[in-house]
């Protein structure tokens, strides 16, 4: 029996043998992330009940030498969640953890473990008359524990925060196979090292969250949506920060639209309704989270678009009259992504920079594309309330666009990522480092900032067994010093 | 020459003979905290000038193995930035570090160097229109680098968070004496360990913060202070809920005061009204800080104040008319520790549970305590929103102060964080672990907790000559690993 054997027999012992996968027709799921953009090989996909069965297979794999590739619901967007080719490593999916521990609204918290999809946390908040903020495109499939693994952003960023300042406390698996109970639910703990964010957006390769403290909101009473639209980002800048002067933390989305990327949803979804007789150059979806009435909301949107037009700030505005109309502007922005994958592929990137220096980003970064390729066409939007950009890159019309990408994508990262660079932004702003940007990431980082993370992960999984490959590139002589 | 002679004296090379203090007589405000609990000793007390220094100094400490211990403000209350006895430690003041070295309003940021003072945060946030809102104590003189060493709280955190929450980017002199720029101005970055909130709170042991990029937020229009009576903690409890629903995030202050707190306040500052005819078990502050004017801020009040006093959970209520009298019932707050100080030593106890643990917590303990020492007088008040309670422990009317010291002290203690522990609580909230607390954190943290610590603290610094002897203990075995 060769060791990877002796693993999997000693893994059915503990979880029983349904919850052992090893024919390619059961874990054919687990080996290919939802875009099919990775294809990976594993040895086995394991599915643990609880924490206890958690801790005992990490134990077998760092007995037996496997690595492990923990998996939440397999929605991420580069590749952290797929096994490498080799298939050596194990699969561990999460996804039977899923029980709510527990909800107290008096603490506003909830404790849930790491398989519980996102959108029943999200119910379970609201059945107890709180908000849990964290919404994104995925909400439906995504886990919390892959939330956590990755940091997600998503469309509540600019009024309550990532991911990260949404959890309190954790309950983790390290790769020695020990439980850390960290599940505190408390505001302030200054008592020493910040576990807790050293395992949030590691994407596995410190240890595996299996439970997690998050903090709820009090339910906003009324949600309004107000679209306006602008010459340019730079007009969208001094929108914003009247927008934040007027309304201050009720302000919870502030969304940028770039003209292509309207007439790219005007074109093949033409029932959403584009609310202005012409054209801007920039369209900014705004959304207001009021604890008193949507009337109060819209009397501060009507304000606020009152001196936005007086100062010439803003070319139209439009307040939606009804809940049907804010969520119609909702879909205009939702729909961008969409309307991007029927037009054909792209050149996608997630990116930050200062949110001051959206303008001067979008600019410079336009031109440089368009002196590139002629005829090319950008599909700019995204959180400017967070200064991060969905900032991606259509091929010009009527050209092959397998042609195009096999000509220009490489060159186009390259030349974006390095704007962003210089602009001090960063290359993955909410989907992570994965297996997609291991070599940008490494590339972009100071060797102080590379050699900082090396060691940590070196000390913390000095057998590289956790998810190795991704986030960070393992440095063998720092794992030496460790091990020696 | 001693190593340490060769030291000090390539220090005086580096920074100039006037920058490197050995004199007692210099030293001394550096050796001894502010409330005069620690006294250390130093071979020498270090004023670089700016990051390159720092890093230059802290590589001649790890060449000739001198320990060092970084100073900012000297405010702290755990003995954190004192060095130990033995004379053979370096003090490193980042004082001299005191240049704010940008505000960009647009991205909402302020970029500081780690010896500016809290107090010139907030008034150059002031001055370009924003919020910086960490606010304490000791804001004249406490330094935005030992805020983020300390991670500490304040009166804002319900709000705006601890002073983690409030800061993007770090730049860091790591353990080797490199530099870290991590000084990213970004809401939104996934590429990689959560650098900063490991050093963030980490009180110097494993390197020093040399600057931060903080985030500012909208400056209010108006703040406003109501307060109420109660009949207990349940009732405030559920008085926090109500208010949360009303007012959401402009609910910004919600502090707890005891009876006998306010009893004191009277006594010993009696020029400061209570503003209620009868005393009331409980009184709670309320603060909103509001973007549209006062009056919506006292009208929003009055409602909720309204449905308080109907539903019986407020016993009175009062809604601050003006400045003056929003000031004059912070005054009363704000005069509790004075007052305390006033009536006599006493044990203090910095501690946070679960919110809605709060009732019990207090209800317990306070039961443990009369039935341990008859007659004692507990001085219980703090911010109830953040679950932070200061929770002292004043002797009996009559007794002899330091008898009762010494008689009670370590047994009040003991119990007090016992009941901590039972409720998932936190030893220290706010204050930190610096020398005072190493004992107990590492007795109430599990072994694995503990472990994680040791090991970060042994892959970054394995020489331990960072602020050896605070937050954790040395583990020998895990640095003889690395060493090997």
């Known amino acids: 029996m060769t060791a990877t054997q002796a693993f ?41 009940a609880d924490t206890a069965q958690v801790a005992a297979v990490v134990r077998l794999a760092c007995q037996h030498r496997v690595a492990i590739v923990p998996q939440g619901g397999n929605t991420g967007l580069a590749g952290g969640a797929t096994p490498d080719a080799s298939g050596a490593q194990a699969v561990i999916s999460l996804k ?16 849930v473990e790491a398989g519980v999809v996102l959108a029943e946390v999200q119910a379970r908040a609201e059945e107890a008359q709180r908000l849990f903020p964290l919404s994104l495109a995925a909400e439906g499939s995504c886990t919390i524990g892959g939330n956590l693994a990755t940091n997600a952003g998503g469309t509540g960023v600019l009024r309550y925060g990532n991911t990260r300042e949404l959890c309190l406390g954790l309950e983790v698996v390290t790769p020695q196979g020990e439980i850390w109970d960290g599940l505190r639910g ?5 008592t020493g090292y910040d576990l807790r964010d050293l395992f949030i957006g590691a994407e596995g390769t410190l240890g595996i969250i299996t439970a997690a403290v998050m903090k709820l909101h009090p339910a906003p009473v009324a949600k309004v949506t107000a679209l306006a639209g602008l010459a340019s980002p730079h007009a969208a800048l001094d929108f914003l920060s009247l927008a934040q002067h007027h309304a201050g933390a009720l302000l919870t989305g502030f ?54 037009l007086d100062k010439g700030i803003v070319e139209d505005a439009v307040v939606a009259e009804n809940l049907a109309q804010s ?9 961008i992504p969409l309307a991007q994958a029927e037009e054909g592929l792209n050149i996608k990137h997630d990116i930050a920079v200062p949110i001051s220096s959206i303008g001067r980003f979008i600019e410079e970064t336009d031109a440089i594309i368009a002196r590139t390729v002629p005829g090319v066409r950008m599909v700019t939007f995204g959180h400017l309330g967070d200064g991060n950009l969905h900032y991606n890159v259509q091929a010009p019309e009527g050209i092959d666009v397998q042609r195009f990408l096999g000509e220009f994508q490489t060159s186009i990262n390259a030349l974006v990522y390095d704007q962003v ?12 480092i994965g297996q997609l940007k291991v070599d940008e990431a490494m590339h972009y980082k100071s060797p102080v900032e590379v050699r900082l993370m090396q060691t940590i992960k070196a000390a913390l999984d000095p057998d590289n ?8 590139r393992w440095n063998a002589t720092l794992a030496k010093e460790n091990l020696a």
Chains 1, 2 share one sequence.
Request: neutral net charge; aromatic residues 6%.
């Open 421 to 432: 660079h210089r602009h001090r932004g960063s290359i993955s702003a909410e989907h992570g």
């Open 255 to 308: 969304e940028l639209m770039s003209d292509f990327s309207m007439r790219l949803v005007g074109k093949h979804f033409p029932q959403l309704r584009y609310p202005f007789g012409e054209p801007h150059a920039q369209t900014v979806l705004l959304e207001l989270s009021d604890s008193e009435s949507a009337e109060h909301a819209r009397a501060l949107f009507e304000r606020l678009m009152e001196e936005a």
């Open 327 to 335: 969520q119609a502007f909702w879909g205009l922005r939702e729909h």
């Open 465 to 472: 067994l956790m998810n190795p490959g991704k986030v960070v």
């Open 8 to 48: 999997i027999a000693a893994c059915a012992e503990i979880l029983g043998a349904p919850h052992v996968l090893t024919h390619a027709h059961d874990t054919e799921p687990f080996l290919v992330d939802w875009r099919k953009r990775y294809r990976g090989n594993a040895c086995a996909v394991l599915l643990p």
């Open 96 to 111: 039977r953890l899923n029980r709510v521990r527990g909800v107290d609204p008096h603490n506003n918290t909830i404790t």
């Open 186 to 190: 408390l505001r302030k703990d200054n």
